[in-house]
């Protein structure tokens, strides 16, 4: 009876196994899920952030990553001066410029209240 069992065995594993493509794509899968509903879009969105830091110029109304609203009064390649009231300066990294006012309140969901 135990012979029966190691031949059963025997034959049941001499088989090349499964094609490796078909173990590796459900990872294909997943990465292929993360891509396009992760990174793609991310990506997309910082492409679109440095352009608006490009066109900066003075004048224009922005909203800083802290959440200081002001005026551009001055701007350098890597500075960008702010006024924010009359007569006060400040001067922000301009990679930490969030937006402009009206871009940053649609993002923000009311509370309905």
């Known amino acids: 009876m135990l012979v ?13 196994g499964p094609n490796p493509l078909v173990q590796f794509l459900p990872l ?38 802290g959440g200081i609203h002001g005026k551009i009064t001055g701007i350098t390649d890597k500075v960008v001066t702010v006024e924010i009231a009359d007569n006060v300066r400040i001067k922000v990294s301009r990679s930490h410029i969030l937006g402009t006012p009206a871009s940053t309140d649609e993002s923000v969901p009311s509370t309905g209240g």
């Open 4 to 16: 029966a069992v190691a031949y059963a065995q025997a034959a049941g594993g001499s088989g090349a």
């Open 28 to 65: 294909i899968l997943i990465f292929a899920v993360f891509y396009f509903l992760l990174i793609r879009p991310q990506q997309k969105k910082a492409k679109e952030h440095q352009s608006f830091l490009q066109a900066l110029k003075k004048g224009d109304n922005v909203v800083t990553n």
